[in-house]
Nanobody
Framework: QVQLVESGGGLVQTGGSLRLSCAIPGRTFSSYAMGWFRQAPGLEREFVAAITRSGLSTMYADSVRDRFTAARDNAANTVYLQMNSLKPADTAVYYC??????????????WGRGTQVTVSS
């Protein structure tokens, strides 16, 4: 199984920023589109962002558009999610995933264990 590991979560105040990283070691990294999802307690996991294998195209959920930016460094086998202007509604466990370029959960094959993001009022 491919190992995905998220990092960079933490506690920030409203309006602050965080940069999440997801590492997927090995030569196969560039073979996959990457997605970011999040899940708050009691809610279903929801789409946040996705980036193509090349990194040339991205898409975002309406709730994060203009605040979050996905990027990737294939040489470093790492995908990033830059989160700016954070709101309490962004509080969730954030997951990275590898698979097809999609907004749909089931289109991703490999998943990380998640990293907690908490935004205080």
């Amino acid at each position: 199984q491919v190992q995905l590991v998220e990092s960079g979560g933490g506690l920030v105040q409203t309006g602050g920023s965080l940069r999440l990283s997801c590492a997927i070691p090995g030569r196969t990294f560039s073979s996959y589109a990457m997605g970011w999802f999040r899940q708050a307690p009691g809610l279903e996991r929801e789409f946040v962002a996705a980036i193509t294998r090349s990194g040339l195209s991205t898409m975002y959920a309406d709730s994060v558009r203009d605040r979050f930016t996905a990027a990737r460094d294939n040489a470093a086998n790492t995908v990033y999610l830059q989160m700016n202007s954070l709101k309490p509604a962004d509080t969730a466990v954030y997951y990275c995933a590898a698979g097809s370029y999609s907004r749909v959960l089931r289109d991703y094959t490999y998943w990380g264990r998640g990293t907690q993001v908490t935004v205080s009022s």
